[in-house]
């Protein structure tokens, strides 16, 4: 009989082909009952989609039936798939049955909801298109592509605010390095929140400047403190006579003529390029870009000249006639995420204090 044929020989004669045949009709009525069995088994709920999916399997298996036929049962195994959450192989299902039949509607349909929940929006988009083509007024498709394109609107808005924010956040970086300014780990972060520096399209950075009054630490805030510009200005300002004192100055001491600015001096380690370009990019919408953590340089963390990161800090008198920029790129001033000045009092107690060293930050 056929059934006994060697593997790779032809049948000869009429009654071994007739006996091919006939093994043939089985396999694919056999094939058809499993297709069917399926499809029983997915209107039977959730318990049974395994059985499902096992049916279909061995329906494709048997490897007789048509093109047309085989595409319809991957598409149906993509379905329950979906319907599994096994998005991976839902579209690889899917995937075969647009390979056998490009004009399967549900197979187009069922790649792209796939597709659409392992977020490949351009993939999404394609299957559904070539869906809307064999059949414009499929309805389901058509929901299908309005909500593909609106999450694509989002993702293409998102990516485009990603990559704005990364642009924008390393010609900041490469403002600061131009600059030859160092930038340590952020201190008063309970205070500073997310504030940084920008860059305007003249390439001039306006820093947010925290002023800390170390005789009560006290804190107040210069929002946008120009690099070119010179601290008198914004004393001027803060301690005009027009202004009241401050809250807690009872005695009037911080007047304009008597109060100081100082900055601390040999404590603060230097970030590394990357460590200070994750700092500019926080609480933006680059702050997750997988890009940025693939910056290569030829350091890691490290100090520069007297900011040793150990030792006794130092107090160093800020020159009011002086501008930011020029006191920021002083050898010793490692800049705290954002710059940080202590104003204090000529005329107050606590001045000798101060400038005898024998005060220091609250740990």
């Known amino acids: 009989m056929a059934l006994w044929l060697e593997t790779g020989s032809e049948p000869k004669t009429e009654s071994e082909i007739a006996d091919l045949q006939a093994i043939a009709a089985i396999k694919e009525s056999a094939a058809l009952e499993l297709k069917e069995q399926g499809n029983k088994y997915v209107k039977m709920g959730k318990k049974h989609y395994s059985d499902a999916i096992d049916c279909y399997t061995r329906a494709i298996n048997q490897k007789v039936l048509s093109d047309s036929e085989n595409s319809i049962i991957y598409s149906n195994r993509a379905h329950v798939n979906l319907l599994l959450g096994n998005y991976r192989r839902a579209l690889t299902d899917a995937e075969e049955a647009i390979k056998l039949c490009a004009t399967n509607i549900k197979a187009l349909y069922r790649a792209s909801k796939a597709s659409l929940s392992l977020n490949m929006l351009d993939e999404a988009k394609s299957y559904c298109e070539n869906g809307l083509k064999q059949d414009p007024n499929n309805e389901e498709l058509k929901k299908l592509a309005k909500q593909i394109n609106s999450l694509k609107m989002e993702h293409d808005k998102h990516e485009a605010e990603v990559s704005k924010a990364v642009s924008d956040a390393k010609d900041l970086l490469s403002a600061i390095e131009a600059r030859g300014l160092k930038i340590g780990k952020a201190m008063f972060q309970e205070l500073i929140g997310l504030r940084k520096p920008v860059i305007d399209k003249n390439k001039i950075i306006h820093w947010p400047v925290l002023l800390l009054y170390a005789e009560v630490m006290s804190s107040d805030f210069i929002e946008d403190f120009c690099e070119t510009d010179m601290f008198s200005t914004h004393l001027d300002m803060m301690f005009s006579e027009g202004c009241p004192p401050l809250p807690w100055d009872t005695e009037n001491n911080y007047t304009r003529e008597a109060v100081e600015l100082y900055y601390e001096a040999g404590t603060t380690i230097c970030l590394s390029k990357s460590k200070i370009l994750h700092c500019l990019l926080e609480g933006t919408a680059g702050a997750n870009a997988a890009s940025v953590g693939e910056e ?53 107690y606590f001045y000798k204090k101060f400038k005898a060293g024998k005060w220091a930050l609250p740990p």
Do not use: C, M, Q
């Not at 990161?309 to 501008?323: A, D, F, H, L, P």
């Open 296 to 348: 290569k340089e030829a350091f890691e963390d490290s100090t520069d000249g007297n900011s040793t990161g150990t030792g006794s800090s130092k107090w160093v008198k800020v020159n009011e006639k002086r501008t930011l920029h020029e006191v920021l790129k002083e050898r010793d001033f490692v800049i705290p995420g954002i710059p940080v000045f202590y104003v204090v009092s000529k005329t107050s």
